[in-house]
């Protein structure tokens, strides 16, 4: 018999959970009998270490940084279990060397992030969201509204995966041509879909709207920098709802100003977390680019040619309770010694 499910027979497993709200904490009481669970609103940093340091388990979601000094100050934790498809918020070394096991939610809401997507598409498009800010003062000018249509236009999904996929469907119902730009590719689905794979530097030169859809790593830090945005269709759009990282807040802003990019819809930023966490920030030193990142963004906010949203492309109600139920399964097989949706 697995040694830790003979452990956990007599004794409650302690989870914490961080970044819940009130309808989450209901359906993780009644969901998961075999564990003890301490419950907080806040993110990891932003909570006294003492409060859960006998956890044998954390469930987080992308703002609480489970760093190195997190892990090593948890002698029981055995898992994490991540309310996300990504985890570069989790060092994963660390829990390798402590044989910690990570999951995470892989698929929630492809198409839930495929239409935020195009809601930021059509907003820079049509300029709904400078339109909105102009009548809600009782101006009713169409001066500098005029947009573009979609039917006929070029769009680049960098990241063909699931998500990117579903972008690619929604653009062929809107008339649009599509590119995609992957590492991994296949064939029989671009034909059933009609898009072509090309090399980045040809999507970039030949998109109206570039879309990023790719995960975030070592390879893909700044994909999008001042290199890169030389090349880009002048005039193009520029949509982010993968990871803020992917793309380099300087060059975005030079972009911006060049007239190279005619607007930006970002559902995620570089640095994102200092602008949820302001109390956490005030009490903590942080490196000179790191505040000027904090400061570009600013800069991003007031911009008319900018749309940004909170990180919350994921969050429909389908998709929300996709991401629960499936973390709530991933809670029971551990205990039950038979771990699924495993990273580590």
């Given amino acids: 018999m697995n040694e830790r499910k003979w ?39 932003e909570v006294e270490r003492h409060s859960f340091k006998d956890a044998e388990g954390l469930c987080v979601f992308i703002y609480s940084r489970l760093t190195q000094d997190v892990i090593a100050s948890l002698p029981q934790l055995r898992l994490i279990a991540t309310r996300s498809t990504g985890f570069d918020h989790i060092d994963l070394e660390a829990c390798k060397k402590r044989e910690i096991t990570v999951t995470n939610v892989p698929y929630y809401g492809e198409n839930t992030v495929a239409e935020h997507t195009f809601g930021l598409i059509l907003s820079l498009a049509r300029n709904i969201h400078k339109a909105y800010m102009r009548t809600i003062r009782q101006d009713f000018s169409l001066e500098d509204l005029q947009g573009f249509d979609l039917k006929g236009k070029t769009i680049g999904v960098i990241g063909a995966g699931r998500i990117g996929l579903h972008v690619i469907r929604i653009a062929r119902g809107f008339g649009m041509e599509a590119l995609a730009y992957d590492v991994r590719r296949d064939r029989f689905i671009a034909e059933i879909l009609g898009f072509r794979y090309v090399p980045l530097d040809e999507l970039l030169a030949s998109s109206d709207v570039i879309s990023l859809h790719a995960p975030y790593n070592e390879s893909t830090h700044h994909i999008i920098n001042r290199d890169t945005l030389a090349k880009v269709k002048r005039g193009a759009l520029l949509i982010n709802t993968a990871r803020g990282a992917l793309v ?16 930006a819809g970002l559902d995620v930023l570089e640095g994102e977390e200092l602008m949820m966490e302001e109390g956490y920030v005030l009490r903590k030193e942080y490196s000179a680019d790191v505040l000027r990142t904090f ?38 097989r551990f205990i039950e010694g038979r771990p699924q949706n495993v990273v580590v």
């Fill in 7 to 45: 452990a956990w027979q007599n004794t409650r497993m302690k989870v914490a959970f961080f970044e819940v709200e009130k309808w989450e904490k209901d359906r993780f009481r009644t969901r998961l009998r075999d564990v003890e669970p301490f419950f907080f609103a806040d993110t990891v940093q």
């Fill in 248 to 263: 380099d807040t300087e060059a975005l802003l030079w972009a911006l100003d060049e007239g190279i990019l005619r607007g």
């Fill in 295 to 332: 400061v570009r963004n600013q800069m991003l906010l007031r911009r008319e040619d900018v749309v940004v949203t909170p990180h919350n492309a994921f969050n429909s109600k389908e998709a929300a309770m996709r991401i629960l139920e499936t973390t709530i399964e991933n809670i029971e």
